[in-house]
């Protein structure tokens, strides 16, 4: 006939008062209060057994009749050092054993926790790493071009100097070829006034009308070539005007593209100091 087993009986468990007081029933604890001067029954009720219990466990372990050093000797022979400590100490024991566990669950944790967070650092540093070098290519490509557009800013500033003084030189030059020809031309007019009025005198002296007109002729000569002088300087002054203001437009388009350069470079050199390591 098959037995069947009830599964909602429940086991007896032990308490946790009721543990201690029987693991401190051994022959070293009995000895340790006896040294206390306690009666058996005192021991007994401490212990939870009845007396006569206590008299059987005496006389087990060899203390009927015993004194008390002669149950130390007894309890030495029979109990290994480890077997006193163990006796002594089990229930701390436990404890000391449940709380290392508990420190190296925690250690475990704590270092699987650094292991991932020196992972994530070291992989973070490489990143950084990483940026910091292109950022460092990049600043060295930015210098590059900004010494190169400085130098170039340097040399068409300096032909826009060189234009400027020649526009200014030649402005010069047409001013005085123009008063020159001014001049000129009331000379001229002085000359054919006095043609005319010779012409018109009937008593003049032939060789005064024709030295009047030598100097007519001859001023009229010099006025045509002055006028010449006066017409090429106005075109090669609007020549060089006309080159003075591109060089004015190249100048400041490429002046806007320094201060572009600058700032992308001035922007680009900030960022890389804070991000590069000291």
Do not use: C
């Not at 990143?127 to 900004?146: A, H, P, Q, T």
């Not at 060189?162 to 000359?191: A, C, D, M, R």
């Not at 002296?205 to 001023?219: G, S």
Request: hydrophobic share 30%.
């Amino acid at each position: 006939m098959n037995k069947s087993y009830d599964n909602g009986v429940k086991t007896y468990q032990m308490d946790e008062a009721e543990r201690k007081k029987k693991m401190a029933i051994n022959p070293l604890n009995y000895i340790e209060l006896k040294e206390k001067e306690l009666t058996d029954a005192a021991i007994a009720k401490q212990w939870g057994i009845h007396q006569p219990e206590l008299s059987k466990k005496k006389d087990n372990w060899g203390f009927i009749g015993k004194s008390l050093d002669e149950m130390k000797k007894i309890a030495k022979k029979k109990t290994s050092k480890a077997q006193r400590e163990k006796a002594q100490s089990h229930s701390m024991q436990d404890q000391i054993k449940e709380e290392v566990q508990e420190k190296e669950s925690v250690k475990e944790n704590q270092d699987s926790d650094l292991e991932k967070e020196l992972k994530e650092a070291n992989g973070e540093v490489q990143r950084l790493n990483s940026v910091n070098d292109d950022l460092k290519g990049d600043l060295r490509d930015e210098r590059k071009k900004y010494s190169t557009l400085y130098k170039d800013f340097e040399r068409k500033e300096a032909d826009l100097e060189e234009e400027q003084e020649k526009v200014k030189l030649n402005s010069l030059k047409l001013q005085q070829i123009t008063q020159e020809y001014e001049s000129l031309q009331l000379k001229y007019k002085e000359l054919e006034e006095q043609f005319d009025a010779l012409q018109d005198q009937d008593y003049s002296p032939k060789q005064t009308v024709i030295l009047i007109e030598k100097q007519l002729n001859e001023e009229r000569e010099a006025h045509q070539v002055t006028k010449l002088k006066v017409e090429d300087l106005q075109r090669e002054k609007q020549m060089l005007m006309n080159q003075n203001q591109i060089l004015t437009n190249n100048n400041e388009r490429f002046q806007q593209r320094y201060r572009e350069a600058e700032k992308t470079h001035e922007a680009l050199a900030a960022y890389t100091q804070r991000v590069m390591p000291s």
